[in-house]
């Protein structure tokens, strides 16, 4: 059977971000994959309206699905993206990080957590890989979250991520054409995907730089101060993207090198366990806030205070 392999980008419509798609996708299909690729601009879209009714239906093990399934596309995209071995993913960088288009597509995978689609039978088991591709204009200093917040995005999907690149440098339409050696990184990634993809699940490894990012579990580069985590995990230093804990330590050469420590991955947000804790700290605050009379009553009276105040609006 061919392997399932889709592109999703939020790009300008034949430009930077779909043609470094394209190029990985090629790669794939020249190599047997059955391709499909969307931009996310041919979609109508609606924003998470922020109810909750996913999460809270998941709480209670019963499948709510989204309160937007039938208003807009993101349905019938998952739908398909859900039925995926891979997805490949490319944004333009706004603003150092993702585009909205792009953030508000992935911020409604909330309601379709593949762990939880896939425990009551909603959904096949499946093992996802995904790549990400990031484009801007700049130097990767200002394109400092784009591969991290692409990558937070992809977790409640559960795509293991195995190669990650950032096109840097090309703000114009359809500039990355002039570069031989972009082109040719994206086809890379396309040639990473058909070769993971052809490893056993268990096996499968990071394939991109082997030293791209401080964080050895995800790549991200992005850290920060350990603050108590729920019910006080805490370490000197972690990793803002998957959590990962532990600390600064100067290697022989007298470089930093961020050390994960012995329970390090234990809230690792790339696995469904680590995922799972996050679940029980959202039972925990969420739930124990609706399941107590007496915190809703409160909050209901001091509300109307505020919403009563009405300041000036646009
Ligand atoms: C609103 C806006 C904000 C941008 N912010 C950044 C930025 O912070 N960093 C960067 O490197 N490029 C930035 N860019 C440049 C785009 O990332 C760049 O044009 C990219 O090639 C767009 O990809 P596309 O051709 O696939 O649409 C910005 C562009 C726009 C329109």
Not at 87 to 113: C, D, G, Q, W
Request: hydrophobic residues 40%; contains cysteine.
């Amino acid at each position: 059977m061919k392997f399932k392999v889709m592109g999703v980008t939020a790009g300008r419509k034949d430009n930077n971000c779909e043609i470094l798609l394209k190029e990985a996708l090629l790669v794939c299909q020249e190599k047997g994959a059955e391709i499909t690729m969307i931009n996310l601009k041919d979609y109508d879209l609606l924003d998470c309206t922020g109810c909750t009714s996913c999460t809270m239906g998941m709480s209670m093990g019963k499948h709510t699905g989204c309160a937007l399934d039938d208003k807009d596309d993101k349905k019938k995209i998952m739908e398909v993206l859900l039925d995926q071995d891979t997805v490949i993913f490319s944004a333009p960088t706004y603003a150092l990080m993702p585009s909205s288009l792009f953030l508000k597509f992935m911020h409604r995978n909330l309601a379709y957590e593949t762990a939880f689609l896939t425990k009551i039978g909603a959904i096949q088991p499946r093992d996802r890989i995904g790549a990400l591709i990031a484009v801007g204009g700049s130097t990767r200093s200002w394109q400092s979250m784009a591969l991290e917040c692409m990558q937070a995005t992809t977790f409640s999907s559960s795509f293991k991520i195995i190669d990650m690149y950032m096109a840097t440098m090309v703000p114009a339409p359809a500039q990355v054409l002039l570069h031989e050696e972009k082109l040719a990184r994206a086809r890379e990634s396309g040639a990473n995907i058909m070769k993971s993809l052809n490893t056993p699940p268990a096996e499968r490894k990071w394939l991109g730089e082997p030293d791209a990012g401080w964080c050895p579990n995800c790549h991200s580069n992005c850290l920060c101060l350990g603050e108590p985590q729920w019910r006080g995990l805490q370490y000197p230093i972690e990793c803002a993207v998957c959590g990962a804990g532990g600390d600064l330590v100067k290697t022989d050469d007298g470089k930093w090198k961020f050390v994960i420590a012995a329970n390090g991955l234990a809230r690792d947000r790339t696995s469904e366990e680590g995922r799972g804790v996050h679940c029980d700290e959202i039972a925990d605050t969420q739930g124990g806030f609706f399941m107590d009379p007496q915190k809703r009553v409160a909050v209901a009276e001091k509300l109307e205070k505020y919403k009563a105040i009405k300041f000036p609006a646009i």
